[in-house]
C-alpha cells in the first residue's frame, strides 16, 4: 500500500500542473478575444466617426446647415466618450469640437472654405488615428 502513495501524489501533482497550465490558456485566450473585441470595437468607433465627420453642410441654408452641424458634433462627442484609445478619442474630439463651435459666419459662402479646410484638417488626424 505503501507503493500506492507515492504514485498517488505524483498522479495528484500532475493533475495540478495540467490544471494551472489550462488555466494559463484559458487566460491567453480571454486576453486575446478581449484585443480582437477591442479592435473590433475601435474598427467600428472610427467607421462611425467618420461617417459624422464626412458631413457637410448646405450652406444654401445657413441655419439649417448650423443645427445639423451641431447636432453631428455632439453625436461625436458621445463617440468621443466610448473611445479608449487616448488618440482615437483626442482626434474625434477635434473634429467635434470644429464641427460643434461653427458659426453663421463659419458657413457663409465667402468664409465655408476657411471653415471645412479647419475641418477638413480634424479629419486627417481622426484618419491618421483610425488607421
Known sequence: MRAGRPVATLL???GL????SGC???QQASDTANQ???AADKAQLCIDALKLAGFTPDATDPQKALEE???KAEELNALAAKAGDTTLKDAITGVSDTMGKVTLEDLNPANIATWSQQKLDQV???SSACA
Open 12 to 14: 495528484l501533482a500532475l
Open 69 to 71: 452641424t451641431q447636432q
Open 24 to 26: 494559463e490558456a484559458v
Open 36 to 38: 480582437v473585441g477591442a
Open 124 to 126: 486627417a488626424k481622426l
Open 17 to 20: 500542473a495540467a490544471a494551472v
